[in-house]
């Protein structure tokens, strides 16, 4: 009965836990020592999906010498892939999806965030890169799909 409880726990923990993004490399590219900042971020709703998310980061200089101190750029791209057997756990079918990931750009205003759709005609997992603002949204974004036909796929509870 504690097991069960216990498996209960874990499983509803992971249902609602975001997406942790892991630095895997960045670079600066140019002279004032701006950056551009490549995560992984592996889908906690999908075992074997990992989408890599690049975006700019501003260096000290480049905001000291222009201002708005605390905002990043909207810049960011993603690339999603399969990286493993492929379970599918309890997703948002619906058309607008559900938000996987989130990180904020700005001290308060702004946030980069990853949502994915499901494109049940086409079975294939989208995923959008965008960044939301609470004034003047932005129209930067970018896609990636992970198609899903003729592939082994798993429908249920990803394992712990």
């Known amino acids: 009965m504690r097991s069960a409880a216990l498996l209960a726990a874990a499983l509803l923990v992971s249902a609602v836990a975001p997406a ?24 906690p709703k999908v075992q074997g999906v990992t989408c890599h998310l690049t975006h700019f980061e501003r260096s000290l ?9 605390f905002i990043d750029p909207s810049n960011s791209s993603i690339a999603c892939r399969q990286t493993g057997p492929v379970t599918v756990g309890d997703i948002n079918k619906g058309a607008g999806g559900e938000e996987v990931f ?14 994915r759709i499901y494109d049940k005609k ?3 997992l989208v995923y ?3 960044s939301r603002q609470v004034k003047d ?24």
Do not use: H
Not at 105 to 114: D, E, M, P, R, Y
Not at 137 to 160: E, H, N, R
């Open 20 to 43: 942790v993004a892991e630095e895997v490399g960045s670079f600066r590219n140019d002279w004032t020592g701006n950056s551009i900042v490549i995560e992984a971020i592996a889908d």
């Open 61 to 69: 200089i480049d905001r000291l010498s222009k201002g708005n101190w």
């Open 102 to 115: 989130s990180e904020r750009i700005s001290l308060i205003f702004k946030s980069l965030a990853v949502r």
């Open 122 to 124: 086409n079975d294939t």
């Open 128 to 130: 959008v890169v965008y």
């Open 137 to 160: 949204a932005s129209a930067k974004m970018s896609i990636s799909t992970v198609p899903l036909y003729k592939s082994d796929v798993s429908w249920g509870k990803p394992a712990q």
